[in-house]
């Protein structure tokens, strides 16, 4: 792996690390635990759709973490919640207004996650993808640490120091299942409908 450009806060004993899916984490994973960073993965994806699309993704992801040894929390599938929660927002583009509310929705879930598990930080795999955009994914990590008291957010661009070509590797090595659209309903390209 290339010399990494990423930082670590310096009174880091572990991390939270929503993930969205096996591939986007595998990378950000072995380059915490390189690096002396013991991450817990919260995978918390009620946007996901349909269920079958979750199931398939849940599953690797716990059988990477499984294959790491690395404690993984499963959170609960409520998409209906997570439609309510993005209401009105149905039409909008990619890296509009209704990706911003979806990463604040999963985000504030993760850091009351993070301080249930007594855990300080917390960050995202969301921030590894480059369709994704990295200041409404920082808005939203920041608001969520805001509003829950203990927990900061690991702000991170986690596309640097060669990780985004470490998880094309990984992604590979692991032999993971490789969506073709972020998880929304929304978000499949209309030629797939």
Known sequence: MKKSSLYI??????????????????????????????????YYNPNIFPLEEYEIR???????????????IDGDYDHEQWLCGVHGLESEPERG???EQCFQLRLTAAAQMAAKQGIKYFTTTLASSR????????????????????TA?????????????????LLRQFAFYNQQYCGCEFSIRKDER
Request: charged fraction near 25%.
């Open 58 to 72: 849940k599953k690797e992801s716990q059988r990477h973490a499984d294959s790491l040894g690395i404690r993984w």
């Open 153 to 169: 957010f690991w702000e991170q661009n986690w596309r640097k120091g060669g990780l985004y070509e470490r998880r094309n590797e």
């Open 131 to 150: 369709w994704k955009s990295l200041e409404q994914i920082n808005r939203a990590g920041l608001q969520a640490a805001a509003s829950v008291s203990g």
């Open 9 to 42: 806060p310096e009174d880091i004993d572990g991390v939270l690390l929503h993930a969205c899916c096996a591939p986007c984490s595998s990378a950000i994973v072995e380059w915490l635990l390189a690096h002396g960073v013991q991450p817990t993965i919260y």
């Open 97 to 99: 207004l209704r990706c």
